[in-house]
Structure formats: structure tokens, C-alpha cells
């Protein structure tokens, strides 16, 4: 990263007012001036919506092969001053599923769009797709190219992240495989974890789905302390 911002110094800086100067400044005022002169835009407010602990339960699908079914746990926060949102989760059982994802809005001109850079435990590569906010679906739709190893092809898909509300999200992945066209492979859903109750540790608060899987004490104990919460 270092690197990167040497390089780029030079352009940036012949155009910077700090040229007016009567003394030339030291690559470390410069530095320190690019990092005070950022200010977060409205664009990251959106991005706010995912910050907190949350549960998620996921489903993989793929063409010709048995679903998936999952679930885990996931940390959602602000690092580098608020520029960027970190999600680290990791899944419960086996297969452990490990991903580290950075959201961003580049806010440069001409470029005006947010970004996902996603690594996970299944590769040793990043997978990287930008695109736009839907006001009127009330989600982020992000576009992206991703080659594929095992096919020795380039393969288009999709991510639709939808706001339902304070305390829930959803993702969709969506490939445009050949011959095949548009394909739902995963979806996620994503539930806040609650606020510690006084005296207690923090209760999750789970879906319907896991509700369902639960026998008949366990789901009175979870409907119970989900009372105690309202």
C-alpha cells in the first residue's frame, strides 16, 4: 500500500494546493494531508446498515449437485478511520467456511460506486465485484467477473444485498453460467444478534428456520428469551 501511494504521489502532488507553499513539504506532511482531507460521504451511511455481530444461515445450490445448508456467526466493523466495513464469519460445523470481506466506496470521480473484495478458505485468490445502490429495492446490486479454475472459464455473476430491516439482510449470488443463464447459488441471511440484557450475555435471536430444527424445550427456551428481549 506504501508503494502504491509513492507512486501515485507525484501526479497528485503537482496538483495539489499544497504546492503554494514557500517551503516544500515532506512525503510525510503530504501523506499526512491526503489522510486528513478524506471525509466519509452519505454512500458509507448505506454501507452502515451491515455494522454489528450478527447469525447468518446460508444455502448452496449448484446445477446437478445436492443443496447445502449452513450456518455461523459474523463480525461486521469499521477499520482505516471508517473508510472501509470488514466483515470476518466463520461457519458452525463442518465444512469450516472461513471469508474476510472489505466494502468501500471509491469516491473518486468518474469511478462513484461501491466495491466488494472478498477472500475466502475454498481459494487462494481474491474475488472482487463493484456496482450501485437501489433506492427503490433498498439494496446494494454489485457486478463482477471471477475466473474459475475448475471449468477454465470466466463466469459473470451477481450480488444483491437487501435491507429488510434494521436487524436483518440478505444476500443473493447470482451466476450467469453458459447454457444455463442466470443461477441463484447461494443466499444468506443475516439476523442481529441482540443488546445484552442487564446481568446477562447477549441473546441471538434466531430465524424461524432454526426454530424449526430445534426440539420441543429448545424452542420453548428460544421463544422465551426472545420475550424477555421485547
Known amino acids: 500500500l506504501t508503494l502504491i501511494l509513492l507512486m501515485s504521489a507525484?501526479?497528485?502532488?503537482?496538483?495539489?494546493?499544497?504546492?503554494?507553499?514557500?517551503?516544500?513539504?515532506?512525503?510525510?506532511?503530504?501523506l499526512q494531508q491526503m489522510s486528513q482531507s478524506w471525509k466519509p460521504g452519505k454512500e458509507l451511511k448505506i454501507l452502515g446498515r451491515m455494522e454489528g455481530e450478527?447469525?447468518?444461515?446460508?444455502?448452496?445450490?449448484?446445477?446437478?449437485?445436492?443443496?447445502?445448508?449452513?450456518?455461523?456467526?459474523?463480525?461486521?466493523?469499521?477499520?482505516?478511520?471508517?473508510?472501509?466495513?470488514?466483515?470476518?464469519?466463520?461457519?458452525?460445523?463442518?465444512?469450516?467456511?472461513?471469508?474476510?470481506?472489505?466494502?468501500?466506496?471509491?469516491?473518486?470521480?468518474?469511478?462513484?460506486?461501491?466495491?466488494?473484495?472478498?477472500?475466502?478458505?475454498?481459494?487462494?485468490?481474491?474475488v472482487q465485484s463493484a456496482g450501485n445502490y437501489d433506492e427503490k429495492a433498498n439494496q446494494l446490486v454489485l457486478h463482477g467477473e471471477d475466473y474459475d479454475p475448475n471449468t477454465?472459464?470466466?463466469?459473470?455473476f451477481r450480488q444483491e444485498i437487501k435491507f429488510i430491516d434494521s436487524d436483518q439482510f440478505t444476500v443473493r449470488i447470482i451466476f450467469d453460467l453458459?447454457?444455463?443463464?442466470?443461477?441463484?447459488?447461494?443466499?444468506?441471511?443475516?439476523?442481529?444478534?441482540a443488546a445484552s440484557v442487564?446481568?446477562?450475555?447477549?441473546?441471538?435471536?434466531?430465524?424461524?428456520q432454526a426454530i424449526g430444527r430445534m426440539n420441543g424445550e429448545e424452542a420453548r427456551e428460544a421463544l422465551a428469551a426472545m420475550g424477555k428481549l421485547r
Open 198 to 208: 442487564p446481568g446477562k450475555n447477549a441473546v441471538d435471536i434466531p430465524s424461524p
Open 152 to 156: 477454465a472459464d470466466n463466469v459473470s
Open 10 to 30: 507525484p501526479v497528485a502532488y503537482a496538483d495539489s494546493p499544497i504546492l503554494q507553499d514557500a517551503e516544500p513539504p515532506s512525503v510525510g506532511q503530504y
Open 178 to 193: 453458459p447454457n444455463l443463464g442466470d443461477q441463484e447459488i447461494g443466499t444468506i441471511e443475516y439476523r442481529r444478534k
Open 54 to 126: 450478527w447469525r447468518y444461515e446460508n444455502r448452496m445450490a449448484m446445477p446437478g449437485m445436492v443443496p447445502f445448508e449452513g450456518h455461523g456467526h459474523a463480525l461486521i466493523e469499521w477499520v482505516m478511520g471508517g473508510r472501509y466495513l470488514q466483515c470476518a464469519q466463520v461457519s458452525e460445523g463442518e465444512p469450516r467456511l472461513e471469508s474476510m470481506l472489505l466494502f468501500g466506496y471509491d469516491d473518486r470521480k468518474g469511478k462513484d460506486q461501491f466495491f466488494l473484495v472478498g477472500l475466502d478458505n475454498l481459494g487462494t485468490y481474491p
